[in-house]
RNA sequence: GGGCGGUUAGCUCAGUCGGUCAGAGCGCCUCGCUUACACCGAGGAAGUCACAGGUUCGAGUCCUGUACCGCCCACCA
């Protein structure tokens, strides 16, 4: 804030004079101060020791005017020379730091204030003013003397009340403490041992900054909310403190049995810091404390590292010696659209029930999960609650679209398994594949307390994979003319991997996940409900997909895509069947091919047979589409062919400016020398790849 | 004043061990009512990864510095 900072002199005695002799006219020490007022309760003055210009001055008096007390200039290395005048008034009672430079000295202390801040008796002639006319007063009556010898603006900072806005004012009370040294070594032995570990890391060394400079610890509240001070006083004002809940009956020092109970409460973070024992039982022995302390995973906001955190774990390795948690993962804050931190006193908080009302539960928790990097804080407005919304609804129409497809020929009852091998196609080794992938990831994540990157691998996974490709190729061979077995069998994959989703995907989504995982098959060992089910860790995927079949499709898929691609930049009409020729390198690919041409069919929009010489002949009327093992000619009018060339040229372009690049690096002898083996032949074959897809569009343009 | 973090596509943000990392969602553009979903589908455009140096065969990624932005702490009166 800005304020002022006043210069104001003070008059010395002459020295080696009597206390009370009339001060110098002349011989003055000025002083600055933002708060003219505490003058009355000055009781020295300070300089720095190795500051010249006041060094011979050290151990002289000075008079503080108008209360006319005598107090000496101390030295001490707490002041700043530059700042102000270089000398400061030290009023112990009602500013930290003086109390502090007050104890050095053996400064008294003079409270001069009331609970109201107005002036008290010790003020002098202005006992009875509020500490602002008090301000105003002694300004005039100090440059009235002469000693007010500057004004200048001043910036800084002034602490006020969260509530009232009043500036807070500094007073010596009778209060509790808490010696908290101890207990912020054991809390910081906890987190050197690894007993306790921070998610993210850089947090622990915000953690041990603060507990490496902490101070006794204030618990005394004047509040009516909270636990009580378990402290009590006889009219002798001895205190018998005790953990009796009636309390102790007789004062410990005079046996008094006339005694009240301290006003006070504690501190917030105080009942708080007992939370992860005191909920569990403590101090009894009890079954829960025995099963579930220490927990595993401590949640919360990293803004509360200090206030909550290292509480517990300080209370907590004090009164169980035991930490209360393994690892403190720590979110951060979520802010408003404008990046304001949400909080309920700025009020920009987004009320969750109404989100809920809105989107659902689930939506909401997924749009948080996703959003959270750990420790980062995060925005979170409509849209990435509606991406949320979406994705629940994209989850629930594919499992109706799943439940419904369900063939008659499968009893009600059916158990959920992995259909034998020979009953699978490519497209289900493909899934199974790449489920497998999904389940790995995520679940590394979520060990990892990744969880973001465990959404987004979620909803890739349900969205990308399984509801545009898999529930697309699967839609073949759920058809009427397939066998009843295959078809049959293409259900129990498109349940089963489903169900490996919906397991991973619980713990964020919990209510639409259990509500489909309640109508699909189950295993034997499944319970009722899917948050008691198994975690789907490695449960025979990898072993039952066929990895050489699954990459067949991922080349198929691409084909697909890319004569999507071609159809489209050569305003082809989506509704037109085209004939198209296909040939690969492999033949494995071709066996794929063969068992997906219906897929292909529909999802391309072409029918598709494969050429009867590889690399077939070119043709003027043909939209070529190249891929790295496999290539498709697609039959068009000679107008569109022409209209399609600029994307060939294009991809040509594209294709030969990666193989400039990876054949510079392969040229480089320093790389090849130096680089992993495995890098460079990857790199290899990189330009192998890109090598032959140039020498295919090549031929074809030349056509 | 001290400490910490951020700066990557129009927006909000991922990017963990330096090498298929130039990515996602939203928005935008072009198509499409194909019987799970228009809260949808297909395709597309779009980034000098804040700036300047350095280390390295190779740098959003590591180091140093600079500029902005944010947060926490704090007793220069």
């Known amino acids: 804030e800005q304020g002022k900072l006043w210069s104001i002199r003070y008059h010395l005695l002459p020295q080696g004079a009597a206390p009370g002799s009339e001060p110098s006219p002349d011989q003055t020490i000025t002083v600055a101060t933002t708060r003219p007022e505490t003058i009355q309760g000055d009781t020295g003055v300070a300089v720095h020791p190795d500051d010249d210009r006041y060094l011979e001055l050290v151990g002289r008096m000075v008079r503080i005017p108008f209360v006319e007390r005598d107090v000496p200039i101390v030295a001490d290395d707490f002041v700043e020379r530059d700042f102000g005048t270089g000398a400061v008034k030290v009023t112990p009672a009602h500013d930290h730091t003086d109390f502090e430079t007050g104890e050095r000295h053996s400064l008294p202390r003079i409270d001069i204030m009331t609970d109201a801040a107005s002036m008290n008796a ?19 009556d100090l440059a009235a003397a002469g000693d ?71 618990v005394s509240r004047q509040l009516w909310w909270g636990h009580r001070i378990p402290a009590w006083y006889c009219p002798k004002g001895h205190v018998t403190v005790t953990d009796v809940e009636t309390g102790p009956g007789r004062c410990v020092e005079c046996r008094s049995f006339e005694l009240t109970q301290d006003d006070d409460t504690f501190d917030t973070w105080f009942s708080s810091g007992l939370w992860p024992f005191s909920t569990l039982g403590w ?21 509360i590292i200090f206030f909550w955190v290292a509480r517990m774990m300080m209370l907590g ?197 259990e509500e489909i995982w309640g109508r699909l098959p189950h295993r034997p060992d499944d319970g009722d409900m899917l948050i008691t089910a198994a975690w789907p860790v490695d449960d025979g995927l990898a072993s039952a997909a066929d990895e050489r079949q699954a990459a067949a499709v991922a080349d198929i898929i691409e084909l697909v895509s ?30 794929a091919f063969e068992a997906l041409a219906d897929v292909v069919a529909r999802l391309a929009r072409v029918r598709p047979r494969v050429a009867d010489s590889p690399g077939g002949g070119t043709d003027a009327t043909a939209l070529v589409v190249v891929s790295a093992g496999a290539e498709a000619r ?47 032949d990857g790199v290899r074959a990189r330009e192998a790849e890109l090598r032959a897809v140039a020498a295919r569009i090549r031929a074809h343009l030349d056509a």
């Open 283 to 303: 101090p009894d022995d009890s079954h829960d404390l025995r099963t579930y302390y220490p927990t595993q995973v401590m949640e919360t906001g990293h803004d």
């Open 634 to 680: 697609l039959t068009v009018t000679a107008e569109d062919r022409d209209r399609d060339r600029g994307r060939l040229e294009k991809e040509l372009a594209e294709t030969e400016k990666m193989l400039v690049a990876t054949q510079a690096q392969l040229a480089n002898h320093s790389f090849t020398s130096k680089a992993p083996a495995s890098i460079v």
């Open 122 to 140: 010790n003020a002098g002639p202005y006992a009875g003013l509020s500490r602002e006319e008090c301000r105003l007063r002694i300004l005039e």
């Open 317 to 513: 390795e004090w009164l169980t010696d035991e930490e209360p948690f393994r690892v403190v993962y720590l979110s951060g804050l979520i802010r408003d659209p404008y990046g304001k931190k949400m909080s309920k006193t700025k009020g920009n908080v987004i009320d969750p029930l109404l989100v809920m009302d809105e989107i659902g539960a689930d939506a909401l928790r997924f749009a948080l999960i996703n959003g959270a990097a750990p420790g980062a804080d995060q925005r979170l407005g409509p849209s990435r609650l509606e991406g949320a919304r979406n994705f629940a609804n994209k989850l629930w129409n594919a499992a109706r679209f799943v439940l419904g497809a369900k063939p008659s020929e499968l009893p009600a009852d059916v158990a959920l398994t992995l259909p034998p091998g020979d009953l699978l196609g490519p497209a289900e080794h493909w899934i199974l594949s790449r489920c497998h992938a999904a389940l790995r990831d995520a679940d590394a994540a979520y060990a990892g307390f990744q969880f973001a990157e465990a959404t987004r691998i979620l909803h890739t996974a349900i969205w990308s994979e399984y509801c545009d490709w898999y529930l697309e190729m699967a839609k073949v061979r759920l058809g009427p003319e397939v066998a009843a077995g295959v078809r049959a069998a293409t259900w129990q994959v498109l349940a089963w991997v489903l169900d490996r989703y919906l397991r991973m995907l619980h713990p964020v989504m919990p209510h639409i996940t």
């Open 148 to 218: 007010l010898v500057e004004v200048k603006e001043h910036e800084m900072a002034i602490g006020r009340c969260q509530r009232s806005d009043d500036i807070v004012e500094p007073r010596l009370k009778t209060q509790w403490f808490i010696q908290v040294k101890p207990m912020a070594e054991r809390a910081m032995q906890a987190v050197r041992e690894r007993r306790t570990r921070f998610v993210p890391e850089r947090f622990e060394k915000v953690f041990f900054d603060w507990l490496e400079n902490i101070y006794d610890w204030n």
């Open 562 to 591: 890319q004569m999507r691609n071609a159809r489209a930049d050569a305003g082809i009409e989506p509704g037109t069947w085209l004939e198209a020729e296909l040939s690969f390198d492999q033949a494995d690919r071709v066996a």
